[in-house]
């Protein structure tokens, strides 16, 4: 039975995704083989597919599948992550419209809705997965909350106190209101907004005189502890050693001198706010100055903010401005922009908070990390991101740890008295009362006095072993699966998470296994649309990738998705690339209807044209896979799908085939058809990566194959050498090719009448291809003359003529009318431009353009005259 007339996308993705997993094709176990190893990025446990996702996956499904082909020991290991604030923010609004509130239940309860949610939902985004195709070995799916993970990030966390890497300290910390957890540094965004600068007039004690501050935040006043001068600004040395009332809260307050104040910004005087500010905290350290935190958890005032408790910071923001101008103390307002922090995860405005929370020590960690990148052992692909990442690193700041959650790896801190040192980190409880104990010498403590910290870890934490701990590498430093898959080979990843992520694996990495977790990170570019717009929920421009899939085929929009998508340059998505990638598949797709519809003679001798066309496409195929090769080594992805999409729709189906098919009706020699199955097995080879499903399908209708033949587990094919000069001499035969095409379509003459064409050879080419050019132009004869022919159609090559004589070949008589009309019709619309030209009024009136178009109308005018009147002089 021949391949279907149509491409069923749909049940072909079905059929041969079921027949890959039933055979165990993505699995991997330790053997004598070479590995290649990529740990997928862990997608939130919460997510859906999104356009960012289906790019990354792509790419990586591309290289897990051409390692297998290449005969490496493949594995890919997915997995997801518990996405600490995500996660707890879609359970809270699920138990909110249950009507239960998170603090109405106990913390174990609420893991218990968790984990709920997270089986409910968690598996979603790895089913979606596999409809792409991708060829994860799902039998090592790991998820970050996994007992052999936590257990990882627990006994990482325990090192790394032990080492006197990680403290607790009361430090200012990112506080996001809306999660109501702190964040680190690099999980804040820094966004420019309009907003205003309010100059407010603040009483020296004990005078009428006033001192003008400028704040943009006018709310946290009531916070203030001190005002600040700089001691060389002789503008205020009358202030020195005074005292100023804030106004509402009419708290006095020192005003105090330190060069950090700018002379130059707003009045030259800066309110202090040790409490929200992170400078003003260094400031309050370094004067003594009393700590006043006017916010809640939420961002709305406490008692501090007096008759504003109970009220969000924005909203009175807008109040306290009116109070003030009530008071008669605004000076002026006016407009500012300045850079505001938000929330990567929610977006919120954040606080500066001062909290008491767990840090790690990062300058000595970072170090082997920063070398190994500098030094080239791990490669960032494309290398424009080194200086970003060497600038991080070398100003790396000690990373926030602990979470205000109750999602996630819980702090193994015990704490068994009121003291600030009254507590012990040890994995188990049992371990933290031998260690209380010992430490407080009180041997009567019990687990009852013990209260573990309710803080949970930064969810990177736990990511930042993912390529080790995936292969329970922290547990058991020496087991088969670490040593054989460990250090990985590509991690293809955004450059968004080029230091949460990618910088912190390299730094645990060196820490816990003295070697790199990868050899390349591959960056990719961010998905926008054709406005450049980043792809989002928000602004409604991220098509669904599953309705993709289901209107263009899985084959098809990995297609459109690589079609443009340079390693670390943004893609700008258009849905005509997954049209134009589905076209790919249905080109593939007929080629190989053609071959299969083909009857095969076994007595029937090869055509002429057949050997030269099949030495020349294999010769093209070899100088083809030495680029591609090339463009895989520099992760040219999207050059790599380029130069094979070139070779099959114009190599292969356009001109190959064309070349060697039968007449109509006519069988096609054995001999030849062999050699195209090969040539289109091989194709098959190199679309396979990109274009899985409708290979795997064309491969198998081919022949009947075992379960070790199938193309997935096929050699990818061995590079050898190639005549160039031969591929060259077939560029110049396919312009002599479409030169007889076109004149055959201008001229009306049918394929099937043949003609004659003679050739004056001033480029001395070679005749490897006349076969080829007779076959594929209808050519009776080719005649190889030295003086010109009259009364034929030429065209030219180079500097070679050729011709086609006309006896025969058209009505002579009708296509002197013909001409004639068209000389006619030329000459009248040259007139009549020449005429507006002649006009000196239009000339010197209408506007340059109008007027250079003209003189361009004239020109061509002119010179298809002097075409048509040389092709009339040829036929009489």
Request: aromatic share 10%.
């Amino acid at each position: 039975m021949g391949l279907a007339a149509k491409y069923s996308a749909k049940s072909v993705e079905d059929k041969w995704y079921a027949y890959w997993m039933e055979n165990g094709y993505f699995h991997s176990e330790v053997d004598d083989r070479t590995p290649y190893t990529i740990v997928i990025p862990p997608p939130n446990v919460t997510g859906v597919l999104h356009m960012g996702h289906m790019l990354n996956n792509t790419i990586q499904d591309v290289l897990i599948r051409r390692a297998r082909l290449l005969g490496y020991n493949a594995c890919w290991v997915p997995g997801t992550d518990h996405a600490s604030i995500a996660t707890e923010a879609k359970v809270v609004n699920k138990l909110q419209a249950e009507g239960i509130s998170k603090s109405d239940i106990s913390r174990e309860e609420f893991i218990e809705h968790a984990w709920e949610w997270t089986h409910k939902h968690g598996g979603i985004i790895l089913e979606q997965l596999k409809k792409l195709g991708a060829s994860c070995d799902w039998n090592r799916t790991k998820f970050t909350m996994d007992d052999d993970l936590s257990e990882s990030v627990i006994k990482v966390f325990v090192d790394l106190y032990k080492k006197g890497k990680i403290y607790r300290g009361y430090r200012m910390v990112n506080w996001d209101p809306q999660a109501q957890t702190t964040l680190s540094d690099e999980e804040v965004n820094y966004e420019e907004k309009q907003g205003s600068l309010y100059h407010i007039n603040y009483e020296i004690e004990g005078s009428k005189d006033v001192v003008t501050i400028a704040t943009t935040r006018p709310e946290t006043i009531l916070g203030d502890t001190a005002v600040c001068i700089n001691p060389g600004d002789e503008r205020y040395a009358h202030l020195k050693g005074k005292r100023v009332i804030v106004p509402i809260c009419k708290r006095v307050v020192p005003i105090i001198e330190d060069e950090y104040v700018t002379v130059e910004f707003g009045t030259g005087c800066l309110k202090v706010t040790p409490a929200h500010d992170e400078n003003d905290k260094m400031l309050g350290d370094k004067h003594g100055l009393e700590v006043v935190d006017i916010f809640n958890d939420d961002a709305t005032l406490n008692s501090y903010g007096l008759h504003y408790e109970g009220k969000d910071r924005f909203e009175v923001r807008k109040e306290i401005v009116q109070e003030l101008k009530d008071l008669g103390l605004i000076a002026k307002i006016e407009p500012y922009t300045n850079k505001v922090g938000t929330s990567e995860r929610t977006g919120a405005v954040i606080e500066p908070k001062l909290s008491d929370q767990w840090f790690l020590k990062m300058k000595e960690l970072a170090q082997p990390a920063l070398d190994a990148v500098v030094e080239g052992e791990v490669n960032l692909v494309p290398e424009k991101f080194l200086n970003t990442y060497k600038h991080w690193m070398e100003n790396v700041r000690d990373w926030n740890i602990s979470r205000q959650l109750w999602w996630g790896h819980r702090i193994p801190a015990y704490y068994y008295g009121k003291g600030k040192e009254d507590f012990v980190v040890a994995a188990t409880k049992e371990e933290a009362l031998e260690l209380a104990k010992e430490k407080s010498g009180n041997s009567d403590l019990t687990a009852m006095n013990l209260t573990q910290d309710g803080d949970v870890l930064d969810t990177w934490f736990s990511s930042w072993l993912w390529p080790i701990s995936v292969f329970n590498g922290i547990l058991e430093p020496e087991n088969e699966d670490i040593k054989y898959y460990y250090p990985t080979n590509d991690l293809v990843t955004a450059p968004e998470i080029l230091f949460f992520w990618v910088a912190r694996m390299i730094i645990a990495g060196y820490e816990y296994r003295d070697e790199k977790p990868f050899e390349n990170v591959y960056l990719t570019g961010i998905v926008r649309d054709k406005q450049r717009r980043k792809m989002s929920k928000s602004l409604g421009n991220s098509p669904d990738p599953i309705e993709l899939m289901d209107q263009y085929g899985a084959d098809g929009v990995r297609v459109g998705m690589l079609l443009s998508s340079p390693a670390g340059n943004d893609l700008m998505f258009d849905e005509e690339l997954c049209k134009q990638g589905s076209a790919f598949v249905n080109k593939i797709w007929n080629a190989s209807r053609l071959v299969d519809g083909w009857e095969i003679s076994e007595e029937k001798p090869p055509a002429e044209a057949t050997g030269i066309a099949l030495q020349w496409y294999r010769n093209k195929f070899n100088k083809v896979l030495s680029e591609i090769e090339d463009h895989y080594g520099k992760y040219r992805i999207s050059d790599a799908l380029m130069a094979t999409y070139k070779l099959v729709w114009d190599d292969f189906c356009s001109w190959l085939l064309e070349m060697v098919k039968p007449a109509y009706g006519k069988p096609i020699d054995s001999t030849t058809h062999s050699a195209i199955i090969e040539i289109l097995e091989n194709n098959l080879k190199l679309l396979h990566p990109f274009v899985p499903f409708v290979s795997e399908e064309i491969w198998q209708h081919i022949a009947t194959r075992s379960k070790e033949e199938a193309l997935i587990v096929a050699s990818w094919p061995k590079m050898s050498d190639y005549n160039n000069e031969l591929i060259r001499e077939f560029e110049f035969a396919k312009e002599v090719i479409s030169g007889i095409r076109t004149i055959r379509k201008t001229k009306n003459i049918a394929f099937k009448e043949t003609i004659e064409l003679s050739v004056i050879n001033s480029e001395n080419a070679p005749e490897t291809f006349d076969a080829v050019i007779k076959k594929l132009g209808n050519i009776s004869e080719l005649y190889y003359i030295s003086e010109a022919l009259d009364g034929a159609l030429t065209f030219r090559v180079k500097s070679n003529e050729y011709f086609v004589p006309i006896a025969g070949a058209i009505d002579v008589e009708e296509e002197i009318a013909k001409i004639t009309e068209e000389l006619n019709y030329t000459r009248g619309f040259l007139k009549s431009v020449q005429k507006k030209l002649g006009n000196e009024k239009f000339v010197k009136g209408a506007p340059e353009k109008v007027v250079a178009m003209e003189r361009t109308k004239e020109a061509d005018a002119l010179a298809k005259i002097e075409t048509l009147e040389a092709s009339l002089a040829s036929l009489r």
